[in-house]
């Protein structure tokens, strides 16, 4: 329970140093999205590290791409789920596009196979969906922030209680 406590007041942290700092829209924006871009992969820990590094050679906002990073090592189960959906309806589609023969020239058993094929639509996924997911997403939080930025900064300040409320209880 403490370190969900902890991870919250983390995050609280860097939205509220994030939304108050003096970056344009577009700078927040960079950092958001190339922070959720390596969620998109298996990066066995340095997703974090290489959020940062994305964001540094993007010019974008550091804070934005910690909080980004922060909450997608969170929701990256469900990434992982939208790559392997993505690439399997690719791979349908270009099966029935007649594209793709569907056959994976490996010997062995059928597993090995269906292995293969899963690595295989979690790749064309990952791929597809880091790519469309940062031009769209780049789009929607410039729009987001520039639209609801007081608004969102309201909401992720502590809330405090009124005086007459703490003296009640005492």
């Known amino acids: 329970m403490m370190i969900v ?3 919250l007041r983390i995050m609280r942290y860097h939205s509220i140093r994030m939304l108050r700092s003096r970056q344009g829209a577009s700078k927040i924006s960079l950092g958001i999205v190339f ?3 390596p969620c998109w992969y298996p990066t066995f820990g340095i997703g974090p590290v290489l959020s940062i590094g994305l964001t540094k050679w993007a010019k974008g ?3 934005g791409s910690i ?3 922060a909450l997608g090592a969170v929701v990256w189960p469900i ?3 939208m790559n392997v959906i993505t690439g399997n309806w690719i791979m349908k589609l270009a099966y029935l596009l007649h594209i793709y023969s569907g056959d994976i ?3 062995g058993a059928g597993w090995l196979q269906v292995w293969l094929r899963t690595g295989l639509n979690f790749t064309i996924g990952a791929i597809l969906n880091s790519i469309l997911f940062t031009l769209l997403g780049y789009w929607i939080w410039i729009w987001i ?3 609801f930025r ?3 900064l309201q909401m992720a300040r502590p809330r405090r209680r009124c005086m007459k409320q703490v003296q009640s209880e005492s």
């Open 5 to 7: 406590v902890k991870w």
């Open 145 to 147: 922030i520039q639209r």
């Open 105 to 107: 020239a490996v010997g």
């Open 61 to 63: 906002s550091i804070a």
């Open 79 to 81: 990434f992982f789920y």
């Open 35 to 37: 922070g959720f871009f």
């Open 67 to 69: 909080f980004a990073a």
């Open 150 to 152: 007081p608004q969102l």
